[in-house]
């Protein structure tokens, strides 16, 4: 039987030498603004909303501050990965103080695709901040349905 599923792929935690105690807790409250393990820069994983249509599934990501040049989107060996990173610099000069601030930081998200999602026509589309990615289903399996018999008793 295959497997279907839109569920993030587990990960390895990116600071191995804390409890799984404190892990569960960054988990829980998505705390982004640890530095990464390695690197200068933050890693931050965006939100996404993942619905499924009788001929679609498509996954919708919140990339606030990014564009389409800063994002990557592939398919691999059934798994979906978004990519990208954000650079902004903030510059402000007046009479008697000068003030800089950068924002950066890189992200991955990758996604194990179900067998019926055909990943030669997944399309992407970025618009306002917001990556949604729209995985077609195989019409094979936009056809089938199964009727399950109610037992009494």
């Not at 409890?19 to 933050?42: E, T």
């Not at 691999?76 to 000069?93: R, S, Y």
């Not at 007046?94 to 990758?110: A, I, K, L, M």
Request: no cysteine; hydrophobic share 35%.
């Amino acid at each position: 039987m295959a497997t279907k599923t839109l569920l993030p792929s587990t990960r390895v935690s990116v600071r191995p030498w804390r409890s799984p105690f404190d892990n569960l807790f960054d988990a829980f409250f998505n705390d982004s603004r640890l530095p990464a393990a390695a690197g200068n820069g933050s890693t931050w994983a965006p939100r996404v909303d993942v619905t499924e249509r009788d001929t679609t599934y498509a996954i919708s990501a919140e990339l606030p501050g990014l564009e389409e040049r800063d994002v990557e989107v592939t398919v691999a060996d059934g798994v979906l990965t978004l990519k990208g990173e954000k650079n902004a610099v903030e510059e402000e000069k007046r009479e008697n103080y000068y003030r800089q601030e950068r924002v950066y930081g890189r992200f991955e998200r990758s996604f194990r695709l179900p067998d019926e999602v055909e990943a030669d026509k997944v399309e992407a589309h970025f618009k306002n901040g917001v990556l949604t990615v729209g995985l077609p289903k195989s019409e094979v399996a936009q056809s089938v349905v199964h009727k399950v018999e109610i037992k009494a008793g």
